[in-house]
């Protein structure tokens, strides 16, 4: 969670060492695509993980577990904005309604289109704190915002041809059920817990 009297999040301390965490917007997001990877076995991917985040390889599987463990209650941070659904009752998860994937010319034309921040430019330099930040902040005027209020909205109140275009509209920005944060965030969960598991036995 970002705050404004603290330094952003840097590096782990395990055993006594500091290790230098690379928390960069993009690196984060490559860790959600390398869990859409059904190539790679669970073990692979926590330790590409372990590797992406702290740029060494783990010397032994405690400190996997510990690194990556650290990972996933950073990531699983609440998150931030609030989004109010069709019936006007608020949320503070909206993690169900995009795909950092799927949605990502969205995300990156909105970063554009409001704060005149370029994405690509940004890899490696704009810390993941900062950039969840952002996103929530983004207004419902910009692209982004605009295919969220299109997934949530209920049509029990249209009729007629309104009902066939929000379909439609639906149907078109429809996300890949493999692919949405919410799911995502479920398997790394899962994966996570089976390492610890095998760790303790």
């Excluded at 609440?78 to 989004?83: F, I, K, L, N, V």
């Excluded at 419902?140 to 605009?146: A, I, L, Q």
């Excluded at 275009?165 to 692919?179: F, I, P, S, V």
Aim: net charge negative; charged share 30%.
């Amino acid at each position: 969670m970002l705050s404004l009297t603290k330094e952003l999040e840097h590096s782990f301390e395990y055993d006594g060492q500091c290790y230098e965490l690379d928390l960069s917007f993009d690196n984060v997001l490559r860790w959600y695509e390398l869990l859409e990877d059904d190539e790679i076995d669970d073990y692979g991917k926590v330790s590409m993980a372990f590797e992406m985040f702290y740029s060494a390889c783990a010397l032994d599987s405690e400190l996997l577990v510990a690194g990556v463990d650290a990972i996933a209650d950073y990531i699983h941070q609440e998150p931030y904005g609030h989004y109010e659904d069709s019936t006007g009752v608020g949320t503070s998860d909206p993690i169900r309604y995009y795909s950092y994937s799927q949605d990502a010319d969205a995300i990156y034309s909105s970063f554009v289109e409001q704060y005149g921040i370029d994405l690509i430019q940004q890899q490696g330099k704009l810390h993941w704190d900062k950039f969840k930040a952002l996103m929530a902040g983004l207004n419902d005027k910009t692209y982004f915002r605009r295919i969220l209020s299109i997934r949530m909205r209920d049509t029990k109140e249209m009729e007629g041809q309104e009902v066939a275009n929000m379909m439609e509209l639906k149907q078109y920005y429809e996300l890949d059920d493999n692919r949405s944060v919410e799911v995502q965030d479920t398997a790394m969960n899962d994966i996570f817990s089976a390492l610890k598991n095998e760790a303790t036995h």
